[in-house]
């Protein structure tokens, strides 16, 4: 088993971070020749998937995820703590923390489109984030 930490630095809420090299270098990193990749975002407000990283996907996931939790309604973890992320929240747990990959011949194992996306979703944005990256195999 091989374990790294990737910390990634986002600006804004929304940012949409293409992780697929740093988990690629993990991999290589590893020598598992054939196993499974295992991310896991340690936020409440982050979340991790898989997406064509072009400029009108990227676009259509942020407006979808904002017709899901919009930040035109009221959230009641907002009025408990005063933050106004209750939407962030929201959209992390739509989405999910985690993301579990193939590894094959050494490789990454993504299509051709795919690639590992970590997504801002706090309205505190502006930090960096960890990933924990879990490689297994053989």
């Not at 992780?19 to 020598?31: D, G, L, N, W």
């Not at 739509?94 to 309205?123: H, I, Y």
Request: one cysteine or more; a neutral charge; charged letters at 25%.
């Amino acid at each position: 088993m091989y374990r790294k930490e990737l910390n990634v630095t986002s600006r804004s809420e929304g940012d949409i971070i293409d992780i697929t090299e740093e988990v690629r270098r993990a991999v290589k990193e590893s020598r598992i020749k054939e196993g499974l990749v295992h991310l896991f975002a340690r936020h409440s407000t982050a979340a991790l998937t898989t997406i064509e990283y072009e400029p009108g996907v990227l676009a259509d996931l942020k407006r979808a995820l904002s017709v899901l939790a919009p930040d035109t309604i009221p959230y009641a973890h907002n009025t408990r703590w005063g933050d106004g992320n209750g939407r962030s929240h929201v959209k992390a747990a739509l989405v999910g923390p985690t993301l579990t990959l193939p590894v094959g011949n050494g490789e990454l194992l993504c299509g051709t489109w795919q690639q590992v996306v970590l997504l801002e979703l706090d309205v505190n944005a502006g930090r960096t984030r960890s990933v924990t990256c879990t490689i297994t195999g053989e």
